[in-house]
């Protein structure tokens, strides 16, 4: 076991296209198997999931809310993970919590029940705490945990054609990211909510597997250098001038930190509550579930 830890599956230095564009592919889908932590990938779940737990919209809501704060307020350990472990590690582990969580989710109901019972208590309050525990994991595991090592795991293995890079794997995930509310609701309606959890986790633990064998932490760890470049000549390496790693308290005094970060946070708080909450807006217009998630499509194209 120690050996096969140690022992790359996948050399790096051996692949006959630089490796750097396997790690883009393999990364995108990464990101993109964080859905099920993400906002478009639960809002889904909203209305069938709170119904069976007993609770109002706005207790459902509330406790994904708190869930996602919460996580929020740890997520800077993952970077912590990130610069100790690598990606291959911190993203392996992460993959696996998501799936193990869904499976928790589809039990949620079940949990719910044997709490009440085994307390003698019949109150919102117990489904309320079993979701925000799992809200908390999903949002930890899925939309913070497993998209950071994933989106960084690219970065790293690209320099100046990181922006192109990024851009390639951005278009593909919103066009990803915006269908997934489609064949989510086509399990759903076929499979009900709890089965559909199941079989995202199953595909999980599975893509867990290509993430221990693909994800490598930088191309230099294995002799290479970013972008597939052969060598930096003399005059190169003169001109090269490496960016300032600023820390926490240093990034805190700048005033682009700032304004970059309001910025963000403002459009996370706006589409995350107009995600969550789609379905219910448009059913209150007169509109059906389905024209309520038929929006994320076309959305992505603007995006």
């Known amino acids: 076991m120690a050996t096969i830890f140690r022992k790359p599956l996948i050399d790096p230095a051996k692949s006959p296209i630089f490796y750097g564009y396997v790690i883009l592919f393999i990364g995108t889908i990464g990101i993109y198997c964080s859905i099920p932590g993400q906002t478009i990938g639960v809002s889904v779940f909203t209305d069938p999931v709170k119904d069976a737990l007993g609770l109002s919209r706005n207790q459902f809501s509330n406790a994904y809310m708190i869930g996602t704060i919460v996580s929020s307020l740890v997520i800077g350990r993952a970077g912590v993970w990130f610069d100790k472990y690598g990606a291959r590690y911190v993203a392996f582990f992460a993959a696996l919590t998501l799936g193990v969580t869904l499976f928790l989710c589809s039990w949620s109901a079940i949990m719910s029940s044997y709490i009440k019972e085994l307390l003698s208590l019949d109150t919102w309050i117990v489904p309320f705490t079993v979701m925000t525990v ?13 998209t950071m090592a994933s989106r960084n795991v690219i970065m790293i293995w690209f320099d100046k054609n990181r922006g192109k890079v990024n851009s390639f794997s951005s278009v593909a995930l919103s066009f990803g990211f915006s269908s997934s509310p489609l064949w989510v609701n086509f399990l759903i309606e076929g499979y009900g909510w709890q089965q559909t959890w199941q079989f995202l986790a199953i595909g999980l633990l599975i893509f867990s597997v290509f993430i221990f064998i693909f994800y490598k932490i930088s191309p230099e760890k294995h002799g290479l250098l970013p972008d597939g470049a052969k060598s930096l000549s003399a005059a190169e390496e003169e001109k090269k001038v490496l960016p300032k790693q600023f820390t926490l308290d240093e990034a805190k005094k700048e005033r682009a930190f700032w304004m970059y970060g309001l910025t963000l946070a403002f459009n996370s708080f706006f589409i995350t509550g107009l995600t969550f909450h789609v ?17 994320f499509l076309p959305g992505s194209v603007v995006a």
């Open 134 to 146: 799992l809200f908390f994991l999903l949002r930890f595991a899925g939309q913070g945990v497993l």
């Open 279 to 295: 379905v219910s807006i448009f059913t209150h217009e007169g509109f059906i579930k389905e024209d309520a998630i038929a929006i």
